[in-house]
């Protein structure tokens, strides 16, 4: 296998409602990619995409609606759809590209336009559930993910001030992200007071629906020479896919997570991720589950939650996790939410993240989770 690394990314604003057509919206993070790493459309041999539900755009295989806007024609265009995991997937997809030794150069692109289905995005995911036992309970995601966030809180005796203190932190550091939707200054007690959904889910325990996308290049070793002095090398990517079932699992804990990390560590050389990693970007699209998979990315059940009560998970703290705001802060455009924690670990590892910036940071880890408690895709990058 060849080494892999980052040599450019672009994403655009994430917008509740964006301004711009998919096709658009993929233009621009993809010239934004381009212009980062001095490459141009010709240089491009292949392109990995990534984009949830085709109902959200309105289109049926919505990845090739945005061929002409990245110039696609003529090459191979492959498309990554495994709902929240699709960002790190799409990594996860562009490094085989590139390690087979398949390609030098290939452009990655995920991105989301969840403002069409309106009022809200919510209705669309109905139909993905076991239509035997489950939709004549009518669930709906939030439904779901109260059950699992109830059990996870049950098994460690967490209290809802303890997790609300994710919102806290992720919208605070979002602050300092220039593309993101939701930084903000609030408390634990703004939280608290939010509407109750799901109890125990407060409403702002959840990231917002978002527009938006993200392009990164990846190129081989001899490549990235010629193309930078600051690659971001892709060492390890690990990928596991759990039972649909999840009602037969114990939610406490996302084995499947766990399962990937250990793929993506032991390519990396990675055996202790406590001391050896230095930037955490876990999937957070609720509070709970930043910890929830924490602790898988960790390997140890119930530690995410103490490290966070100790302040060792705020930007400064000993683990900075989620310095980019996350998806609480930065929004949450489902494919593209992915990637985007890919390309903070690209700025970050690269020195470049600007007010965000982790000092002394050379080793990160990303991870997305997706579809029915069942999708751990993970990536670790070194300087």
């Not at 696609?72 to 030794?101: D, K, L, N, Q």
């Not at 938006?212 to 596991?240: Q, Y």
């Not at 990637?339 to 991870?367: F, H, I, T």
Request: one cysteine or more.
């Amino acid at each position: 296998m060849r080494r892999v690394a980052i040599v450019g990314a672009g994403m655009t604003f994430f917008r509740s409602m964006l301004p711009m057509s998919p096709q658009e919206m993929v233009y621009e993070a993809v010239r934004k990619c381009l212009d980062d790493s001095g490459l141009s459309h010709k240089d491009v041999e292949a392109v990995v995409t990534g984009s949830a539900p085709d109902a959200f755009d309105g289109y049926h295989h919505k990845g090739s609606i945005a061929v002409e806007s990245f110039a696609g024609f003529g090459m191979p265009v492959s498309r990554v759809y495994v709902g929240g995991g699709t960002g790190v997937g799409v990594a996860v997809a562009g490094w085989w590209h590139v390690a087979s030794g398949v390609f030098d150069r290939v452009l990655l692109v995920a991105w989301e336009k969840m403002s069409h289905p309106y009022p809200h995005a919510q209705p669309l995911f109905k139909t993905i559930f076991e239509p035997v036992l489950e939709q004549p309970l009518g669930p709906n995601l939030i439904w779901i993910f109260a059950l699992e966030m109830r059990r996870y809180m049950e098994a460690h005796r967490l209290d809802k001030e303890l997790v609300a203190e994710v919102a806290v932190k992720n919208k605070g550091n979002a602050l300092d992200h220039p593309y993101a939707q939701l930084g903000a200054k609030i408390t634990v007690e703004d939280v608290l007071k939010s509407p109750v959904l799901v109890w125990p889910v407060n409403r702002l325990d959840i990231s917002p629906t978002s527009d938006g996308a993200v392009a990164l290049m990846l190129a081989s070793e001899e490549e990235a020479k010629k193309i930078t002095d600051t690659p971001v090398w892709l060492d390890g990517v690990g990928a596991c896919l759990d039972s649909q079932y999840w009602t037969n699992r114990d939610l406490a804990y996302p084995y499947y997570v766990y399962l990937a990390a250990q793929q993506a560590y032991k390519m990396a050389g990675i055996t202790n991720p406590l001391k050896e990693i230095d930037i955490f970007e876990p999937y957070d699209p609720f509070t709970y589950k930043e910890l929830h998979h924490l602790d898988a990315l960790l390997g140890k059940p119930g530690l995410a939650p103490r490290l966070l009560a100790e302040g060792q998970l705020a930007r400064d703290g000993d683990h900075p996790t989620c310095p980019s705001g996350g998806l609480l802060g930065v929004g949450n455009p489902i494919a593209a939410a992915g990637l985007m924690k890919v390309a903070e670990l690209y700025w970050q590892l690269s020195g470049r993240a600007g007010r965000r910036q982790v000092p002394n940071a050379y080793v990160g880890v990303a991870q997305a989770w997706g579809d029915l408690m069942q999708v751990g895709q993970v990536v670790v990058c070194r300087a």
